[in-house]
């Protein structure tokens, strides 16, 4: 069966800080990949989208970026945290079934 | 492109109500139509699902039915129980993109 694995679940970082979340899925080959950010108070926002190996789509600009270094792999990083960078990040990849999400990483930034 | 509309919460109801939180889309194609759900402190889950019009999807108590002429897909629940306070999303998943357009997501709580 297939699952998907976030790290760090929990995360307290200081604004200008950098930031590395991991997602990583077990039991699929070449699955598309999702990264979803959920705001306090707020819907899922789409953050970033990936269909292979080193090909990342962005839908909304941000100082955010993503990257998949492997194929089960996908990464979201930061160079310098907002406050506004707080929130749930969500990953999810895409079964046959529907989209299915990881457990999550609870970001702050103070 | 794609959108998803979602009523607005938090909806409060007391245990054994009727529930219908409403949802309708636009989208070019046939989309498939999702419901999540996401319990405090967890993360999201698939709910129910339907790929055609005039499907009904069921999970749990819960149902949708995916109506074309209306782009509509509304959960309801015939009766809540105080373990079915969360949020729940609506979703898109257009034929044309390879991904899922998420409404804003609706807070249920149920009190005894």
């Known amino acids: 069966s297939q699952t998907i694995h976030q790290w760090p679940a929990t995360l307290v970082q200081p604004v200008g800080s950098p930031l590395s979340l991991e997602c990583t899925v077990e039991g699929t080959s070449n699955p598309n990949l999702y990264w979803y950010r959920q705001a306090a108070g707020r819907g899922l926002q789409l953050l970033f989208y990936?269909?292979?190996?080193?090909?990342i789509s962005s839908e909304v600009p941000q100082n955010l970026s993503a990257s998949r270094p492997q194929d089960r792999q996908f990464i979201l990083s930061s160079k310098k945290l907002l406050l506004s960078d707080s929130g749930f990040y969500l990953c999810?990849?895409?079964?046959?079934?529907?989209?299915?999400f990881g457990p999550g990483t609870r970001l702050t930034v103070l | 492109g794609d959108s998803v509309t979602q009523m607005e919460g938090p909806v409060t109801l007391s245990e054994e109500a009727f529930l219908t939180i409403n949802c309708t889309y636009t989208a070019t194609g046939y989309p498939s139509l999702f419901w999540y759900v996401q319990y405090p402190g967890e993360g999201l889950q698939l709910l129910l699902k339907a790929t055609k019009a005039d499907d009904k999807g069921s999970n749990k108590g819960f149902e949708a039915t995916y109506r074309k002429e209306t782009t509509s897909f509304h959960l309801e629940k015939g009766s809540v129980q105080v373990s079915d306070s969360a949020v729940y999303f609506c979703?898109?998943?257009?034929?044309?993109?390879?991904?899922?357009?998420f409404g804003p997501g609706t807070s249920l709580s149920v009190i005894p």
């Open positions: 979703a898109v998943f257009g034929t044309s993109y390879d991904k899922v357009i």
């Open positions: 999810a990849w895409r079964g046959p079934g529907g989209k299915f």
């Open positions: 990936s269909v292979g190996i080193g090909q």
